[in-house]
Every structure is written in C-alpha cells, then in structure tokens.
C-alpha cells in the first residue's frame, strides 16, 4: 500500500523546515524509527525518523528546498497495509454520516515529532468585537489607500482574526507597503509566508524588478563577473537575526567592562590539567568563570530575573540555567545547562564541552535552547579583548569574556608580567540598576582574580 509521509510540526511551532539531505534513496528498504533525512529548522538541525517500515518509492523535495510543514515528503509502498480494515458500522438514517480520509489518519506519534494533530482544520479562534457590522466596508477603505493604483481582487473575503505570519515577514510587508489583512495565505498552515507578500507586492506596483548588476573585468570580456553575491537567509542564521532584534529593540542594554588579573586562574588550570585524576576532564576559564558567574547569581537575583510585561511582574529565578553561546557554520546558537548553580566545576566543564560539540554538529536539540536565564560567551577564542554581548531575549544578563594576554601588570607594587583578562557584562536596565551590575561582575572578577574567594561566596 502506497503511504504519504508529511512533514511533522518538530514541536517548535514553525511553519517550514529545509531539507538537509537524504540519508535514504528510492527503492531503498528502510525499518521503522530508521533515520530517513536531516531537516534545518530555524534552530537546530534535526534528525527525522521512519514512521513507517516499508520500500521508499518517491521522494518529493530535494537538498536545499524549503519544504512547509504538511506537505508531502516522502511515499512509502507499506506492505500488509492493504484492506484489512474493519467494516464500517451500519449509519442511522437519523445521524449524519461520520467519514475518515487517509489524510486525517493520525500519524505514528514518535520521539522527536510534536503530537499528531486532531484534525487537519485551522484552530478557530474568537471573532473581533464588531467583526460581523462591517463587512466591505473595511476592505473598500483598505484598498484605497495608501496606493491609489490597485489590481483589485474579484473577491477578497472579509478577515476575522489577526493576520498570521513570523516576525521577518511582517517586516517586509511594512517595507513593501503591503497590510497583511489583504493577503491571502498559500501554505497549508494558514501562515502569510514571504512568497505571498511579494507576490501581492507585485499585483500593485508595475515597476520592473531589480536585476542584478553584473560587470565584465579587463582580463576576460567574455566573461561576466558577478558583483555581488546573494544568501537566502535561512536556518539558525535566520533564527538568530530575529533573537537578536528583538532583544536589542525591546530591552534597554547596558554594558560595563571590567579588567581582571587572572593569573591565580591561568595557575589552577595548569595544576588541575597536570592532575591525573582529572585527565579526562578538559577544564578550563570558561568553566571557573561559569562556575564564578552562578555563585556570583546567588548574591544578584536582579541578574537571574525575567521582565514578565504581560503581567506587570518581575520573575526571580531560583535556578540558574547557563547559556553558553557557541559559533557553528550554520550561525550562534545557545544551548543552556540545566540548574547549573548546582553542579560542581567539573560537571561545568563536561558539560560545556559536550554543549559545545553538539552545536558544531549542528544536532543541539531546539529544546536545549529555550529556558536560559543567564549566558555566558568567550569572545577570547577569537583574539579579542572585550565586545557589547546582546541578551538572549528573555534574559537580564549575558557575560562576555575577552582574550587572556600577558601583559605589564601592577602586582604587589612591582610591574611584572600577569595573565590579564578583561569582561563585558552586559544587562536589562529595566531589571538591573547599575550598582547591581557592578557589584555582580566585580564579584565574578574577585573570583577570576582569587579563585579561593569561592569558598567565601558559597
């Protein structure tokens, strides 16, 4: 029996994933859970499993297409799936008759997939005060402005509910002119994607297209060389320009820099990588500094807190989940460690390096990047001394720690060579006053500075 298999909701809400590549090819077996491709969505590349046993007789997308979630993605020949179904119950003349399509089969719910839907019909939702009064009118108004010259529709029914679609979307329909209320969805999901507003955008200005300019160097005339190159924004790439914009437009940041004497540190890390009972833990500044920065958390709840605008609340955290950013081919990511105020520093190391090799794998799973309360980023690996770190959306606090440098250094009235370190710490100034920015990163620096002044600030 010849079985679709669509593209499941991840369970990360997002309309669209694109294909990775094919790990299975027509005419191949393959057994049930068998991984059958790689999908990218805006967070995390991510593995998909068989949900059925059986041959692979098409596959409907290649590497590189963007596939909708819904749509078919590939077509199994499932053998013993032939008409072995029960019959059908007789239907009373006096209840309406109750059908199933092979489409509102509820798919095999497996690990990794968000639950089956219910039905294949959008979630209604509450109509606008005042919907039903104005039906034609509203659409005549729009129409008429701001543009005067419109191809009008033969028919554009009446919208009910707020135009669905992402943020980026909505951002190029503002630049374009277009209200979202007059475009109608072509995605089986019922989100405005962007093939719809420039498609819209099309219908109402007569202006041609930007064409690329293309210029033919001295050396060979007959070939045309291009200027410019374009990358469609994709992926974690795509994901994490949205973070990014949001955080920086919607929380006040702050930045305050510090620069620390962090040769004690330099020291200890010598003597525990030297130790043989530790060989096989890699533990290094990053993870003393994760460790300083959830001590220091303890003593600045402000720095672990949440601005909740919904409710008007401020939301402590008495846990601390650490973001640790990591720089992938694919774009930034920042997986989190779960209640990482509770592990000692060699659980901080293992699991920073573990995060970190996952990311660059690109198989960090999209439920490992949601939760953070506070990140942490190492901008020293790169050869630099000091940045403005933006927040993860949702968080008070990230820090930033530059390159370790010897350099002349004041030490106990003397000038002498020391292993210096300088950090970014950036803050919501909603949630966090400037003393208390202060006080938390020059708590973290003591640490750095005299990594035995732990003891005092357990």
């Not at 679709?4 to 369970?11: I, K, N, Q």
């Not at 692979?56 to 590497?63: I, Q, R």
């Not at 402005?145 to 029914?157: L, R, V």
């Not at 955008?201 to 293309?214: D, E």
Request: charged residues 20%; proline residues 7%.
């Amino acid at each position: 029996m010849s079985t679709d298999f669509r593209l499941p909701d991840l369970g990360e809400g997002l309309p669209e994933a694109e294909l990775v590549q094919w790990l299975v090819a027509e005419g191949d077996t393959v057994a049930l859970n068998q991984t059958i491709a790689e999908v990218e969505t805006a967070k995390a590349v991510v593995e998909l499993p068989s949900p059925y046993a059986g041959v692979v007789t098409g596959l409907h997308a290649a590497a590189g297409d963007v596939v909708e979630v819904g749509s078919v993605l590939i077509t199994f020949d499932v053998a013993g799936e032939t008409a072995s179904a029960p019959a059908a119950p007789p239907v009373r003349a006096d209840e309406p008759a109750q059908t199933e399509t092979a489409e509102e089969k509820a798919q095999p719910n497996l690990v990794g997939y968000g639950a089956a839907p219910r039905g294949s019909a959008r979630p209604q939702r509450r109509a606008r005060v005042g919907a039903a009064a104005r039906p034609a009118a509203d659409t005549a108004v729009l129409e008429a402005a701001p543009h005067d010259a419109i191809t009008m529709h033969d028919h554009i029914e009446a919208l009910r509910e707020r135009p669905r679609s992402t943020p980026p979307v909505r951002a190029l329909a503002k630049k374009l002119g277009v209200d979202l209320a007059l475009v109608n969805p072509t995605g089986r999901t019922g989100i405005i994607t962007r093939s719809d507003v420039e498609e819209y955008a099309a219908k109402l200005s007569a202006a041609p297209a930007p064409t690329q300019v293309r210029t033919a160097p001295s050396s060979d005339p007959g070939v045309a060389h291009e200027r410019t190159t374009r990358l469609p924004i994709r992926g974690v790439r795509k994901h994490t320009a949205d973070a990014m914009v949001r955080s920086a437009f919607t929380a006040p940041h702050v930045t305050t820099f510090l620069t620390v004497d962090v040769t004690a540190t330099s020291e200890l890390i010598s003597s525990l990588r030297a130790d043989r009972a530790l060989q096989d833990h890699r533990i290094g500044v990053m993870a003393i500094a994760a460790k300083a920065v959830c001590l220091a958390l303890a003593h600045h709840p402000s720095l672990n807190s949440r601005w909740d605008a919904e409710h008007g609340e401020i939301v402590q955290h008495h846990y601390v989940n650490l973001g640790v950013a990591a720089a992938t081919e694919r774009g930034l990511v920042v997986p989190n460690i779960r209640d990482a105020d509770g592990m000692t520093l060699v659980q901080l190391a293992d699991e920073i390096g573990a995060l970190a090799q996952t990311a660059r794998s690109g198989k960090t799973p999209p439920s490992a990047m949601s939760g953070g309360t506070f990140s942490i980023t190492n901008v020293g690996v790169f050869g630099v001394d000091a940045g403005t770190p933006i927040l993860n959306p949702g968080e008070a606090g990230i820090l930033a720690l530059g390159a370790v440098r010897r350099q002349p250094w004041e030490h106990r009235g003397e000038i002498v060579l020391r292993d210096v370190m300088t950090l970014s710490l950036s803050f919501d100034h909603r949630l966090v006053d400037g003393e208390q920015g202060a006080k938390f990163l020059r708590d973290v620096a003591d640490v750095l500075q005299e990594p035995g002044r732990a003891m005092l600030l357990r």
